[in-house]
């Protein structure tokens, strides 16, 4: 017993020995570098009016380094944590005249007045000594692994006293890592590239690929809430009308990301995948997480440590990350400022406007976004949790205007392998290992806009085919991305407008747009309408859109017949007799006419379901939004994600075969968990409302499940 107190006192003493040292250390440097601006910047003054020794300048610089690491160290995390009821990007930005500020107060404490700057300068002054000392900081920590920990864990938001994480021989944790609208023909021609070389590191050895198929909706709503919470039934698109209710459903709003979760939940019987000490970050939805970050569907909720914007706190208490960002952020929207120039001097095709509030939202995604839930990823580690879902969306904000084989999609491909294998370097501090899983949400396909490709909206085709006037100037769609609803929620702009969410009956039909998923829905008509409802009432309606050489096929209720797929001259295909490769569906590929019968069922379903042309050939699609790069129905590469698994864990299907859909993902990745921890999610019977509706066929066949721990690579 005395011997065991005696190894914990030493302990503890060699703790605060290099806890005392690093400050020691930190101090100096961060004195030299106040000392070498003050001899740069002319209104930077460490010396009284008569001028002073090199060693009194030098004690002058110590108080002023001093006295600005202590208030960063006590003053800025109660700032910022005040500064959470502001707009986030707003205190991103306020990072500079916060440091600034405090480096004047430093000054000013200064005995005798020798300090003083201009306000500008002091700006400049603090965030290189912030920069300077993080990275002395980190450098020093590095070197000790328990300092490391303690420093990164703080990301995480586990406090002092929280439960003590896994120790040595623990079983594996899971990072599951989204790569938001990577198709994966894309992935693998970035690796083959050379753009993602941690990647191709991992393929080449210890991960394997395969392909998915997503559902009819294929977009981030629909497979985030099928991959997370095992049911996107009932999610026919991006953006859809309820008839029942009056509204209109976005997946990008708080509000509706909530009650699709919410809805999820009571189908299934489960909270979600990582519901045993779990992690959820960046994310539509929480999963049944405990700990979340940027998660929109709680983005609106108030109360201890479940606001989705504690995540901010976490990241920006440091003010290195704070002003480190900021700059970048700034950076980005000058990059994508003089990419967009670029683009129209070339004279590129397509090509859709990148103006008003896009740079700020594109570098939210590829800046802000991507650093706080990397870092909150990289904390997550250190604390040993067991299951982390992180969504980084940077690739796919860019592709929806650059195009997902654009040279500045490209780039955004390096950075976020450098973030991968940032987050792989962490994971070998972990106090256990740790197995990544990258996957996709969806691809984007390629491809003009229908409005620019046949100079009108759908939702001008549709009113001429109804015989209602048609505006002379045309409303574009909003982009669906999922970085704008988070953006939105984030510098506390209202994400729902109240005309848009309730539009008003008899207003004409309500035309809404999913990537090149178009909905028809006749609010002033309580039910689904059938076809010969519509033909009554709009004779031409049908007829001029699958003859529209923009429009692949539609789907409509059909009173004699069920539901049925209209297609160009005549073709007409029953629901229940649709086979791939064949009829109004042949050009759309393997597991078309199976995800067209499951969206039929759902209840919320609109009266016509709008799907645009696909050419095999070139592999394009025409968007109803403006987006060139787009996703969010059936045609080419934005039906095909990917998995990139450990060989470690069994593959996702037996035989080569890939999972068809977002439920079946689901099942994978909670198996995958199983293997690991032991169940994450209850293993019971289903409820009776999951068993009415049977998971949705398999090309391959079933897959088996693995008994027992499946080994770490590492052994």
Known sequence: MGERLTVVVEGRWRRAVGALLRIVVVWVVSTLTLLALAGLLPDVELQSDDGDSITRTAVTAAWGAGAFGLLSALVWPLAVRALLLVPALVLGLLAFFL????????????????????????????????????????????????????????????????????????????????????????????????????????????????????????????????????????????RWYEKDTGRLMVCNRPAAAAELQRRAVERTGHDGLLTQDGASRGNLFGGGAGQLALVLSVSARRGHRTRSRAGYFAYFRDPANA?????????????????????????????????????????????????????????????????????LVAYDEVAHHSGPHSRDAAKVLERLDRSIALMAKVAEHAPRPYRFVLLSDHGQSPGETFESAYGLTLRDLVRAGCGLPVPRRARHTRSGAEARGALRSAVHLPVEDDREERPPRGSGPIVLASGNLGLVSFPDVPYRMSREEIERRH????????????????????????????????????????????????????????????????????????????????????????????????????????????????????????????EEVHRVLGRWLRESQGPQVPLGPAPAAVQECPPRPRPEGAFPVADGLAPDKSG
Do not use: K
């Open 99 to 238: 440091n600034g500020s405090l480096l004047l107060v430093a000054l000013w404490l200064i005995p005798d007045g020798r300090g003083e700057a201009d306000p500008r300068d002091a700006v400049v002054v603090a965030a290189v000594m912030s920069a300077v000392a993080s990275a002395t900081s980190t450098a020093l920590a590095v070197r000790d692994d328990g300092a490391y920990r303690r420093r990164l864990r703080r990301l995480a938001g586990r406090r002092r006293g929280a439960p003590a994480g896994p120790g040595p021989g623990s079983p594996p944790g899971i990072v599951f890592l989204q790569l938001d609208g990577v198709g994966h023909r894309v992935l693998r021609d970035a690796v083959a590239e050379g753009l993602m070389p941690t990647v191709a590191a991992w393929l080449g050895s210890t991960h394997r690929l395969t392909p998915w198929y997503t559902d009819w909706s294929s977009q981030t709503g629909a497979s985030q809430l099928g991959i997370l919470h095992g049911s996107s039934h009932d999610v026919p698109a991006f």
């Open 323 to 391: 002003v480190r960002t900021a700059i970048s952020y700034v950076a980005e929207v000058c990059r994508e400022t003089g990419q967009s120039t670029r683009a129209r001097l070339r004279g590129d095709t397509p090509r859709v406007g990148r103006g008003g509030l896009y740079p700020f939202i594109r570098a939210f995604a590829t800046v802000v976004e991507r650093d706080v839930v990397v870092a909150a990823v990289m904390g997550d580690m250190l604390s040993g949790r067991t299951a982390v879902y992180a969504d």
């Open 539 to 662: 004779p031409g309606l049908l007829r001029t859109l699958a003859d529209h050489p923009g429009i692949g096929f539609l789907l409509v209720r059909s009173e004699a017949h069920g539901s049925v797929v209209l297609g160009a001259g005549g073709q007409e295909t029953p629901v229940d007799e649709l086979t791939d490769g064949e009829g109004p569906i042949a050009v759309y590929g393997p597991g078309a006419a199976d995800a067209i019968r499951r969206t039929d069922s759902f209840p919320h379903v609109a009266d016509l379901m709008v799907n645009s042309m696909y050419d095999p050939a070139t592999g394009r699609v025409h968007a109803f939004e403006e987006q060139i790069g787009s996703h969010g129905g059936l045609g080419g590469e934005q039906s095909h994600a990917f998995l990139l698994s450990p060989l470690s864990l069994s593959a996702p299907v037996a035989n080569g075969g890939r999972p068809a859909g977002a």
